[in-house]
């Protein structure tokens, strides 16, 4: 009995795919490191833990002279030490664009294990806006998600500095 198979039937054939090629996106994360050309070890400690609002709001006395909203966030480690100032948005004489995509991206590149929300308003009035007041509370829901501690909100004015933790709004 004799097998009948295509290739008995038709001879053997070769068949010719077309080489296809498949393309990936890599995606590497890329830190830029900022040389500071001043004397910054009197009020920037690189072992220094940060514990207070006031310490925080001294380090960013200089967004006294902004005449724009910086926002800025403290990645810190678990002893409370700096790890990296990232300026996450500048916004317009009184707003800025804050979204927890942006907050974090860095936070998570940089291993933070807690941050520090940090912004100015140009008026000089410290006193928050319902709107800090909400993305304050939407970046603490987002970090608690992803395990990385909202610790506080400061923001800076020339009339001094608001705590949302001090004034029981975190």
Same mark, same amino acid.
């Given at each position: ?5 295509? *290739? ?34 009197? !009020?920037?400690?690189? =072992?220094?833990? !940060?514990?207070?609002?006031?310490? %925080? ?8 002279? *902004? ?9 810190? =480690? ?7 100032? =990232? ?14 995509? *942006? ?14 929300? %940090?912004?100015?308003?140009p008026t000089g009035d410290p006193t928050p806006s319902a709107e800090d007041i ?17 610790? =506080? ?5 020339? *009339?001094? !500095? ?7 709004l975190l």
């Amino acid at each position: 009995m004799k097998i009948i198979t295509v *290739e008995t039937l038709f001879g053997a054939e070769t068949i010719t795919v077309p080489r296809r090629s498949i393309k990936f996106k890599q995606i590497r994360a890329t830190m830029e490191t900022l040389e500071v050309r001043e004397e910054v070890a009197a !009020y920037l400690q690189a =072992d220094r833990r !940060y514990t207070s609002p006031e310490q %925080v709001a001294q380090i960013f006395s200089f967004l006294h002279n *902004e005449a724009k909203e910086h926002f800025f966030t403290v990645h810190l =480690d678990g002893k409370n030490r700096i790890l990296c100032l =990232d300026l996450v948005s500048v916004g317009s004489l009184n707003q800025s664009i804050v979204h927890p995509r *942006e907050v974090f991206k860095t936070s998570l590149s940089t291993s933070a294990a807690a941050l520090l929300l %940090v912004h100015n308003h140009p008026t000089g009035d410290p006193t928050p806006s319902a709107e800090d007041i909400a993305i304050t509370r939407r970046l603490k829901e987002a970090g608690e998600i992803i395990g990385i501690k909202v610790l =506080d909100h400061v923001i800076v004015g020339t *009339e001094g !500095y608001l705590s949302f933790v001090e004034r029981g709004l975190l």
